[in-house]
């Protein structure tokens, strides 16, 4: 069984950081709350517009896994995981360039897609500690 482990590190994020500092006791609260309204959701959309469609599969008219919602979120305290619904399990092979996809470059959606994910959610984390200074 094919396993890819990897996450992302925020360099750079000083805004989101200090705020942190500034609400230590009710941060935990505030990211976990604001991961599960908007980050994974902000990550899946990210990563499956990412997702490869082959020409053979555009040719059959086949239902791909990019316009089926394909990503599972499972919440974590200070976290999310997105894994591939078992239906789906299959665009994990041109991720690591393994089964069907072997011999090819691997083409790294997932990753890229959190990556790409990573601004937004900060932003959606430093709009959340904004409300709680409101309130």
Do not use: C
């Not at 994974?40 to 990563?47: F, S, T």
């Not at 601004?119 to 409101?134: C, H, M, S, W, Y």
């Amino acid at each position: 069984m094919a396993y890819n482990r990897w996450a992302v590190t925020l360099v750079g994020q000083d805004a989101l950081l200090i705020k942190m500092q500034n609400y230590s006791s009710q941060s935990e609260a505030v990211i976990n709350q604001v991961l599960k309204e908007s980050g994974g959701r902000l990550a899946v959309d990210k990563i499956t517009n990412l997702i490869p469609i082959s020409k053979e599969e555009l040719r059959r008219g086949h239902r791909h896994a990019k316009s089926s919602k394909p990503l599972n979120v499972q919440y974590f305290n200070l976290g999310f995981r997105v894994r591939p619904k078992k239906k789906f399990e299959y665009i994990k092979y041109p991720d690591l360039g393994i089964g069907t996809s072997q011999y090819n470059q691997p083409q790294d959606f997932m990753q890229r897609g959190l990556q790409m994910a990573v601004d937004p959610i900060t932003k959606a984390l430093v709009q959340g500690f904004d409300e709680l200074n409101r309130k």
